[in-house]
């Protein structure tokens, strides 16, 4: 293992920022990670893709960088499959090797960013789907001890962008390895507005998971900027659930609010129309903005900072709370 100190993280993390680590190691197994955590006094970050972090200062202490790999499958039955992936693979590699086989129910969270240790930790969503549905359990290990846990669903506390792992546990864990459970006989999700205008536009019928992934990755690809083009988090806030009684008041106000009606009573209101509302769509300020096609991704247009990002999302959060009066949460994980 290597250990490097003063290490760049810009090539780490998809906003592109150039911020620098204290120390900075690589781990390739659980075996070199309990090394690492049993020589180790400084405080911890694991790092994964980079793919929902915002560098706003240099990061104190150690980061370990997950790339522990593997794909396993670990039970096969006539109707479904569980396999395990690495917390240190690709998102994305994952899920086009799951569509190859034939293995559905991750196929609408093709193409997101980042590695499958996070995937846990934010419930990555996309498209009506979210990782709890498709998770079975997953092994972490625990930075202050070394030791493996494992953490069933319901350990977990999924919710919209939530997990344990963001609240109680946060910082406290280093998932090594994520098992799903995957349909031979998928029933395909594609309740999403645009998933069936797409595939209709295709004169697809019958579609696969295949098709479904296809549909997903051209939907994302014309909304989201690529982070290799344009340095960017994806959502960088949460779309806001808000009270009946808040949202009637609101729509008084704003007939033609978009909103979504969710199963707690409570509405959604997608974070990008209320920014766009603001006026900040398409707009940039010195080498940040909101993106053109999509208002709430904030992007990186050059050389922006961690700060500079954080300052216009102040902005943002400060004109949607004056007209709207919603306080828009960060989705990415600032540090
Ligand atoms: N909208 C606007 N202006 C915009 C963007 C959106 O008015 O600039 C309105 C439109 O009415 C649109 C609606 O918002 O129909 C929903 O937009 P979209 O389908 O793009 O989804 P979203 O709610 O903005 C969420 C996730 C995305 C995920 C998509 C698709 C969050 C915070 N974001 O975005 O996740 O890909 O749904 O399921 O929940 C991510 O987490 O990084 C991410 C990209």
């Given at each position: 293992m290597n250990y490097e100190s003063n290490k760049s993280l810009q090539s780490l993390n998809t906003f592109g920022i150039d911020i620098k680590a204290e120390s900075f190691v690589e781990v390739r197994s659980v075996d070199e990670l309990q090394n690492v955590l049993s020589k180790n006094r400084k405080t911890i970050f694991i790092l994964g893709g980079g793919s929902n972090l915002l560098l706003t200062q240099k990061v104190k202490g150690l980061v370990i960088h997950n790339s522990i790999f593997g794909k396993k499958v670990e039970r096969d039955f006539p109707k479904s499959i569980y396999v395990s992936a690495g917390g240190g693979e690709n998102w994305h590699q994952f899920v086009l090797w799951c569509i190859k086989k034939g293995w559905g129910g991750i196929e609408n969270l093709s193409l997101i960013p980042g590695r499958v240790g996070a995937s846990p930790i934010q419930n990555i969503?996309?498209?009506?789907?979210?990782?709890?549905?498709?998770?079975?359990?997953?092994?972490?290990?625990?930075?202050?001890?070394?030791?493996?846990?494992?953490f069933r669903k319901k350990d977990c506390q999924f919710g919209y962008r939530e997990s344990i792992f963001k609240k109680k546990?946060?910082?406290?864990?280093?998932?090594?390895?994520?098992?799903?459970?995957?349909?031979?006989?998928?029933?395909?999700?594609?309740?999403?507005g645009s998933i069936k205008q797409s595939l209709e536009a295709k004169k697809i019928k019958n579609p696969t998971i295949k098709d479904v992934s296809q549909v997903v990755i051209e939907i994302r690809s014309t909304k989201l900027p690529d982070p290799i083009e344009l340095g960017n988090s994806g959502s960088f806030f949460k779309n806001p659930e808000i009270s009946k009684r808040q949202f009637k008041l609101v729509q008084k106000s704003y007939p033609h609010i978009v909103f979504y009606h969710l199963e707690n009573d409570k509405i959604k209101i997608p974070a990008g129309w209320l920014i766009e509302q603001c006026g900040w769509k398409g707009r940039r300020v010195g080498n940040t903005g909101s993106h053109a096609k999509q208002a709430l991704v904030l992007v990186n247009y050059g050389n922006a900072t961690g700060k500079e990002i954080l300052r216009l999302s102040i902005k943002i959060i400060n004109s949607v709370e004056k007209k709207f009066g919603i306080k828009l949460k960060l989705e990415v994980n600032v540090l």
């Amino acid at each position: 293992m290597n250990y490097e100190s003063n290490k760049s993280l810009q090539s780490l993390n998809t906003f592109g920022i150039d911020i620098k680590a204290e120390s900075f190691v690589e781990v390739r197994s659980v075996d070199e990670l309990q090394n690492v955590l049993s020589k180790n006094r400084k405080t911890i970050f694991i790092l994964g893709g980079g793919s929902n972090l915002l560098l706003t200062q240099k990061v104190k202490g150690l980061v370990i960088h997950n790339s522990i790999f593997g794909k396993k499958v670990e039970r096969d039955f006539p109707k479904s499959i569980y396999v395990s992936a690495g917390g240190g693979e690709n998102w994305h590699q994952f899920v086009l090797w799951c569509i190859k086989k034939g293995w559905g129910g991750i196929e609408n969270l093709s193409l997101i960013p980042g590695r499958v240790g996070a995937s846990p930790i934010q419930n990555i969503g996309a498209y009506g789907v979210e990782l709890k549905d498709v998770f079975h359990k997953l092994e972490a290990v625990e930075l202050a001890t070394g030791d493996i846990h494992t953490f069933r669903k319901k350990d977990c506390q999924f919710g919209y962008r939530e997990s344990i792992f963001k609240k109680k546990l946060k910082d406290k864990y280093c998932i090594i390895k994520v098992y799903f459970k995957l349909s031979k006989n998928p029933k395909l999700n594609l309740n999403y507005g645009s998933i069936k205008q797409s595939l209709e536009a295709k004169k697809i019928k019958n579609p696969t998971i295949k098709d479904v992934s296809q549909v997903v990755i051209e939907i994302r690809s014309t909304k989201l900027p690529d982070p290799i083009e344009l340095g960017n988090s994806g959502s960088f806030f949460k779309n806001p659930e808000i009270s009946k009684r808040q949202f009637k008041l609101v729509q008084k106000s704003y007939p033609h609010i978009v909103f979504y009606h969710l199963e707690n009573d409570k509405i959604k209101i997608p974070a990008g129309w209320l920014i766009e509302q603001c006026g900040w769509k398409g707009r940039r300020v010195g080498n940040t903005g909101s993106h053109a096609k999509q208002a709430l991704v904030l992007v990186n247009y050059g050389n922006a900072t961690g700060k500079e990002i954080l300052r216009l999302s102040i902005k943002i959060i400060n004109s949607v709370e004056k007209k709207f009066g919603i306080k828009l949460k960060l989705e990415v994980n600032v540090l």
